[in-house]
């Protein structure tokens, strides 16, 4: 299973739209406490969009709580990554391997004790020198689209479920 990874996300609507992306990939999501909002809150639920029901998610207390649940195969997106995102195998042959892809707060991105713990994982999209980063539920699809090009998107809709296949035949 691919699993995205927020660690300490600040902002409320990243975090929907981010849900949104995850229920739209059957991509499961940790949020790794403090939380800058409550997931209660409207900002949340709006840019998910009523898609937040189809999320399948989970709440840690820290780092610690999370990854010692949660073994596999860790990729931190950090602008202090020497390679590409694209340089990663991600097609997981044998399945048995859950592939995390970590993310940090808006404002400071992932502690640096852990990114030093994890130098060979850590990634970077690259971009100019005219901004410092991308928006993180831009990053956020990014990398998923990535992992599941590379898995050939897996059990993904092909097709448009809701007005048919050929709609634009008719």
């Given at each position: 299973?691919n699993?995205?990874?927020l660690?300490?996300?600040?902002?409320?609507?990243?975090t929907?739209?981010i849900?949104?992306?995850?229920a739209a990939?059957?991509?499961r999501l940790?949020l790794?406490k403090?939380?800058?909002f409550?997931?209660?809150?409207k900002?949340?639920k709006?840019s998910?969009?009523?898609?937040?029901?189809?999320?399948d998610?989970?709440v840690y207390?820290?780092w610690?709580?999370?990854?010692?649940?949660n073994?596999?195969e860790?990729?931190?997106?950090?602008?202090y990554?020497?390679?590409?995102?694209t340089?990663f195998?991600?097609?997981?042959p044998d399945?048995k391997?859950?592939?995390?892809?970590v993310?940090?707060?808006?404002?400071t991105?992932?502690p640096k004790?852990i990114?030093?713990?994890?130098?060979?994982?850590c990634?970077?999209i690259?971009m100019?020198?005219?901004?410092?980063?991308?928006?993180?539920?831009?990053?956020?699809a990014?990398?998923?689209?990535?992992?599941?090009r590379?898995?050939?998107y897996?059990?993904?809709l092909?097709e448009e479920p809701?007005?048919?296949?050929?709609?634009?035949e008719?």
């Amino acid at each position: 299973m691919n699993n995205v990874v927020l660690y300490a996300p600040e902002i409320p609507q990243n975090t929907g739209n981010i849900m949104r992306t995850c229920a739209a990939t059957n991509t499961r999501l940790h949020l790794i406490k403090p939380l800058g909002f409550s997931l209660d809150e409207k900002a949340v639920k709006r840019s998910g969009a009523n898609y937040i029901d189809n999320c399948d998610y989970r709440v840690y207390e820290n780092w610690d709580d999370f990854q010692s649940q949660n073994p596999g195969e860790y990729y931190f997106l950090t602008r202090y990554g020497k390679k590409p995102h694209t340089s990663f195998n991600y097609t997981n042959p044998d399945k048995k391997r859950s592939i995390y892809l970590v993310f940090g707060r808006e404002s400071t991105g992932i502690p640096k004790e852990i990114l030093k713990s994890h130098l060979d994982t850590c990634l970077r999209i690259p971009m100019t020198d005219k901004v410092r980063a991308l928006n993180l539920s831009n990053c956020v699809a990014l990398m998923v689209y990535e992992v599941l090009r590379q898995q050939n998107y897996n059990d993904l809709l092909r097709e448009e479920p809701f007005k048919g296949k050929n709609y634009l035949e008719e």
